[in-house]
């Protein structure tokens, strides 16, 4: 069955940076676009960025954009998320999601989610 | 402040019918682009409820079911059952902000 796992969360300061990790399996991860999106503390749902199938394109929130970068290596069936000069307002449950739809035709829906890895943003 | 606006909670008794709001504008719902609904638990991963403004991936109830019209869309539950009890997201995809884009969420409580 479809499963992905995040992880690399944890407890770092204000300026700092952390990579998150979404392990997938179960499908064949070379073939679908991957997204993260993430939960602050008692707020709503927030899209951070996606990247194509076949990593060729990326697109991010204004929020993140050039501070956070979307990798996957699909040797590994494994998406990335590089989070530099963090931010206490990047305090989130972060989700890693598999897109069954077209981003570039603006159709993008999620029919799997990780978990989420908890980034706490902190000094 | 969501690009969709959700109302913050509604609630229902066990066995009847809510429904659940997600207004947008000309750049997304009202551009056409399709609307999707999911379930939130705390400590689980969010659950897709219907894609493509009214479609049901397999293994979710005839009991939810979705609706679009001009620059808003709705979310039916009908026969609430106490494991209802959820935050629910509407998504789409906004051509301004060139993102996808959510609700603010709703919480739904089962009398």
């Known amino acids: 069955q479809v499963q992905l796992v995040e992880s690399g969360g944890g407890v770092v300061q204000p300026g700092r940076s952390l990579r998150l990790s979404c392990a997938a399996s179960?499908?064949?991860?070379?073939?679908?676009?991957m997204h993260w999106v993430r939960q602050a503390p008692g707020k709503g749902l927030e899209w951070v960025a996606v990247?194509?199938?076949?990593?060729?394109?990326?697109y991010y929130a204004d929020s993140v954009k050039g501070r956070f970068t979307i990798s996957r290596d699909s040797s590994k069936n494994t998406l990335y998320l590089e989070m530099n000069s963090l931010r206490d307002e990047d305090t989130a449950v972060y989700y890693c999601?598999?897109?069954?739809?077209?981003?570039?035709?603006?159709?993008?829906?999620?029919?799997?989610w990780g978990q989420g890895t908890l980034v706490i943003v902190s000094s | 402040q969501s690009v969709l606006t959700q109302p913050p909670s509604v609630s229902g008794a066990p066995g009847q019918r809510v429904t659940i709001s997600c207004t947008g504008r000309s750049s997304n719902i009202g551009a056409g682009y399709d609307v999707h609904w999911y379930r939130l638990l705390p400590g689980t991963a969010p659950k897709l409820l219907i894609y493509g403004n009214s479609n049901r991936p397999s293994g979710v109830p005839d009991r939810f079911s979705g609706s679009k019209s001009g620059t808003s869309a709705s979310l039916a539950i009908t026969g609430l059952q106490a494991e209802d009890e959820a935050d629910y997201y509407c998504q789409s995809y906004d051509s301004s902000l060139s993102g996808v884009v959510f609700g603010g969420g709703t919480k739904l409580t089962v009398l």
């Open positions: 999601a598999r897109d069954l739809g077209h981003f570039e035709r603006g159709g993008s829906y999620f029919d799997y």
């Open positions: 179960g499908f064949t991860f070379s073939s679908y676009g």
């Open positions: 990247i194509w199938y076949d990593g060729s394109n990326k």
